[in-house]
């Protein structure tokens, strides 16, 4: 809780940062008395109550962040008094009612991010006058209205999110004129009337998101003209007319055009051609036309419909959309059935993205539930990552691997359908202030992770190297039993291999010496990769966070073994705790196995057979109480 006595500091303090301090209570009134402030920063904590109208004394205030707190309330016009305020943070609360029209006049102001709230108000115009805005963010609230031309105004904003919410009506034509905006979402919202054609004037747009609404009309030739645009959705929409051929077009993707009235266009985009004008056919071509279909239909439906009988008799499958990975019990999903079972790959239903595609519940219509990983198709090493987890997959079957129930693949469409895993990944629970793992279910779910690990390196006459450890790729199931996923850039090595050479580069942080600077990778590149994870598990530090000369590993090593408890998450021991000194004790064995799992060199790495037994071994020292 913040305390009273914060009235009594003194009134030049400049800068308050109390970020992720797990604070609760109220915001005390007598914080409008630091009237010298220029940054309050209490983010990600369990702040509760309103925004205290005092802090509109705080004159100077430049940089205000209560971002992630449990507020609720207004946004009340006393935040209007702060004139030299340049970010505003409130995202992520439970903020309700209107935006502040005066809001307009803190002409300072370069990012405004308000979004995951309860707002329910129109944009009200005077917002036109923040010429200097640099990002806008009101995405996930309630809010309704048409878009004010004044929007037009911000010429300075290069990322602007209005998603999931109820604005309607059209896309003002002024929205053209925001030429340095590179990120634009309006996807989940209530816009009718057409694709404004001013939008071929922004320039440096890079992504656009216009799905989920009710537009109707053409799609802009115009747009051909973005050549910066790497994304662009219009899926379930009312469009018509031809799909744009040209410029960015050429490498979009069929999903982001789904679920339109009449589209057409070329067959890449799974969509019918576009009809041609019959003016000059004359009615002989038209026989002939009809005449040749007939031979071909004589010739080859009697040929298909004996083929197809043959391939019943002898048991062999028809090719389908969907190709099952012999890990699993064969099972059919089309394209057509994904896209049911995620409302049509909705944004309500995403879980999870990365660099090679996005991931999605579904609800098969047996009820049961899946996650769907669809490949972006748009970034060319994804084919090669569907193809390698395609080879890899296809002989791994482990109760701590994630299962893969079937693929899809099209020209257009590649995606795996995945065993669904309901409580998330490891990374959430780590981060999340909401939730929290006790030091016995880290050490479980590490060592299910090491047992996936020695199967990959010891189980297989050909190991694998995952070459991607981290924590947003182990994802727990029900029971909490942890699953290693996502072998996108995972490595196969031959019977006679013990390293290869690759240059795809794994995640910053957890990438082993001789993987980041040669491209050398092997089975004790994971062990690496795996140690550091162990570490980051423990301390609920990430190893990317540090600076300078020094790492998370290095961080930990000066700790040990007499001062454990500096470096392990303060929320996993109690000072005053009955078995605090067991505790410790098993923290001290386990990051000493994790400092032997990321050592320099790889000959001294441990191998995870001995990983396994030494997390045993902890874990039954942990239990003996």
């Known amino acids: 809780m913040l305390p009273a006595s914060m009235a009594n500091l003194s009134t030049s303090l400049r800068k308050f940062v109390a970020d992720s301090c797990k604070i609760q209570g109220r915001i005390l009134n007598e914080v409008g008395n630091l009237s010298s402030l220029l940054f309050l920063y209490l983010s990600g904590n369990n702040l509760v109550g309103s925004i205290p109208t005092t802090i509109g004394n705080m004159r100077n205030l430049q940089r205000f962040n209560l971002s992630n707190n449990k507020l609720t309330g207004f946004i009340g016009d006393h935040i209007c008094k702060l004139q030299h305020l340049g970010d505003i943070y409130l995202g992520q609360n439970q903020l309700s009612g209107s935006l502040p029209n005066c809001l307009g006049n803190i002409t300072s102001l370069r990012v405004i991010h308000l979004g995951s709230n309860k707002l329910s108000s129109n944009i009200p115009p005077s917002l036109g006058n923040l010429h200097d805005l640099v990002v806008l963010d009101l995405s996930s609230n309630n809010m309704v209205g048409s878009l004010p031309p004044e929007i037009g105004n911000l010429r300075a904003v290069t990322k602007m999110d209005l998603s999931m919410n109820k604005f309607s009506n059209r896309i003002p034509r002024e929205i053209g004129g925001l030429q340095n905006l590179a990120h634009l979402s309006l996807r989940h919202n209530k816009f009718q ?36 645009l790497k994304y662009f959705n219009v899926s379930v929409n009312k469009l018509y007319g031809e799909i744009p051929s040209e410029g960015p077009f050429k490498n979009l993707s069929s999903q982001f055009f789904i679920h339109n009235e009449a589209l057409c266009g070329s067959s890449r985009f799974s969509v019918p051609p576009c009809p041609t004008s019959s003016k000059h056919r004359s009615n002989r071509k038209i026989l002939l036309v009809l005449f040749l279909l007939l031979a071909i239909a004589v010739v080859f439906v009697p040929t298909t419909f004996v083929l197809l009988w043959i391939r019943h008799r002898t048991g062999k499958r028809a090719p389908a959309q969907a190709e099952s990975l012999s890990t699993v019990r064969r099972e059919r999903i089309s394209y057509n059935e ?17 660099s090679f595609g996005s991931v999605y519940k579904g609800i098969l219509s047996n009820g049961t539930a899946i996650a769907v990983k669809v490949f972006n198709l748009q970034v060319d090493v994804a084919f ?56 016995r279910q880290r050490l479980s779910i590490m060592l299910d992770v090491a047992c996936a690990l020695e199967y990959l390196h010891h189980g297989r ?23 290693l996923s996502d072998f996108g850039i995972s490595k196969l090595l031959g019977e006679d291999e013990s390293d290869l050479y690759t240059k795809t580069l794994a995640t910053f942080g957890y990438i082993a010496p001789e993987y980041g600077l040669d ?28 600076e300078g000369n020094l790492s998370l590993k290095q961080w930990v090593n000066y700790s040990l073994p007499d001062a454990v408890m500096d470096v392990v998450d303060a929320n996993l021991v109690i000072p005053m705790g009955n078995h605090l000194q067991k505790e410790l004790d098993v923290m001290a064995s386990t990051m000493k196995l994790a400092l032997d799992c990321c050592a320099e060199s790889p000959a001294r790495r441990t191998n995870m057979k001995d990983v396994v037994g030494m997390l045993q071994k902890i874990k039954i020292q942990l239990l003996a109480r």
């Open 193 to 228: 009337g057409s694709i404004p054609d001013s939008m071929s004037s922004m320039v440096g747009l890079e992504f656009l998101d216009l799905s989920h609404n009710n537009i109707s009309g053409i799609i802009p030739k115009s747009l051909e003209k973005l050549h910066n």
């Open 338 to 354: 994904l896209l049911q079972a995620t409302d049509g790959l909705s944004e309500s239903n995403l879980i999870g993205f990365g």
């Open 384 to 439: 090669k990552s569907f193809d390698t987890e395609c080879e890899v997959l296809r002989s791994l079957r482990h109760r701590n691997l994630v299962k893969v129930i079937t693929s899809c693949s099209n020209l257009d469409f590649k995606a795996f359908v995945l065993e669904y895993m309901p409580n998330g990944s490891l990374e959430k629970y780590l981060y999340s202030h909401n939730y929290f793992l006790d030091i």
């Open 461 to 483: 006459t050909s190991p694998v190297i995952h070459c991607d450890l981290k924590p947003s790729n182990v994802l727990l199931d029900e029971d909490m039993v942890a699953h």
């Open 519 to 546: 491209g050398l990778v092997s089975i004790k590149s994971d062990v690496y990769s795996y140690g550091i994870m162990l570490l980051e598990t423990f301390t609920r530090r990430k190893p990317n966070e540090f």
